[in-house]
């Protein structure tokens, strides 16, 4: 008994492993029989749904023990770690995606004559604040105009308009996936009642900065159902949303599936209350875009 109490007083006071432990294979032999099955401990659970699993030495590929091993079931976030374990041995640890500025022209006195390009380079967690970041280090580096095109390059990845076409339109975790990718590739969609009905604003709000954008709208329209209506053209994004759904006020992030329209226009055509270093677009009718920082 002193022996037994030792070891509850080790594990309740012990601190957290450092690392994970790998799981313990069933033992054999006549010890076996006193270890319980999953089923029962699947069924003492009370879980509910289907549960399905399977155990497989890793080197052999030997089954150690299963339930409901075929039954076919959404992998959900277990991909993960798949998709990590190997970007890590195919990339390795010290491996960063990034964001670039090219200049396809010759820059003279802080005049490009040519050509801008933002190109994506799969980076998952670039922000407004990062994209600030780039066009911040332009104007430092002097440069003031661009007498040619703003081009956006996303064709490093496949381009995939959401995740799961079998989710509502209006989930924040089912956005397009593509090489560029700004905030998670969701706006921010605030509203709030006023005296005249429902005053809404689209952004792309980070930490420090909340640049309107255009290139997604929103209406209210009066209907009890659907909430979220969608539907897109080939340079905005289209939403309606039940006013009786809406309340006082809230806000909620909402997909978006042109993030290359999305990263362009934050990147281009805002300029914050602070009056940083955000782009400025001139557009003539006619004449090519020239932008001033």
């Known amino acids: 008994m002193s022996g037994a109490l030792a070891g509850l007083a080790q594990a309740g006071f012990a601190m957290p492993p450092e690392l994970s432990p790998y799981p313990v294979r069933r033992p054999g032999g006549v010890q076996q029989r006193t270890v319980r099955e999953a089923a029962e401990l699947i069924a003492e659970a009370a879980l509910g749904g289907t549960v399905s699993f399977a155990v497989a ?23 993960k770690a798949l998709t990590a374990a ?25 005049r490009l004559e040519g050509d801008l390009w933002l190109v994506g ?3 998952p967690l670039l922000d407004t604040d990062r994209l600030n970041d780039l066009t911040r280090s332009l104007a ?25 076409p079998d989710q509502p339109a209006h989930v924040g975790y089912n956005p397009a996936i593509s090489a560029l990718t700004l905030n998670f590739n969701r706006v921010h969609f ?6 005249d009905g429902y ?15 255009s290139m997604t709208r929103m209406q209210v329209v009066d209907r009890t159902a659907p909430v979220y209506g969608y539907s897109t053209t080939e340079t905005h994004e289209n ?7 809406l309340g006082r006020g809230g806000a909620r992030w909402l997909p978006v599936r042109r ?35």
Request: net charge positive; aromatic share 10%.
């Open 57 to 79: 030495d890793a080197n052999s590929g030997v089954m150690l023990e299963a339930v409901n091993p075929l039954r076919a079931m959404p992998p959900a976030s277990v991909t």
């Open 86 to 110: 190997y970007a890590l041995n195919r990339l390795g640890p010290g491996y960063r995606f990034r964001t670039r500025v090219l200049a396809d022209g010759v820059v003279t006195d802080g």
């Open 121 to 123: 380079g799969a980076d």
């Open 140 to 164: 430092e580096a002097g440069l003031r105009e661009v007498t040619g095109r703003f081009i956006v390059a996303a064709g490093m990845l496949p381009m995939i308009h959401e995740i799961d």
């Open 190 to 195: 605030e509203w709030e009642r006023g005296q």
């Open 199 to 213: 005053e809404v604003r689209m952004d792309a709000r980070s930490e420090s900065v909340r640049p309107p954008v």
């Open 239 to 245: 939403w309606t949303v039940a006013e009786s759904a």
């Open 259 to 293: 993030p290359y329209l999305y990263a362009a226009e934050v990147f281009r055509c805002w300029r914050d209350r602070a009056a940083s270093c955000w782009t400025r677009c001139r557009w003539k009718r006619g004449r090519r875009p020239r932008m001033r920082w």
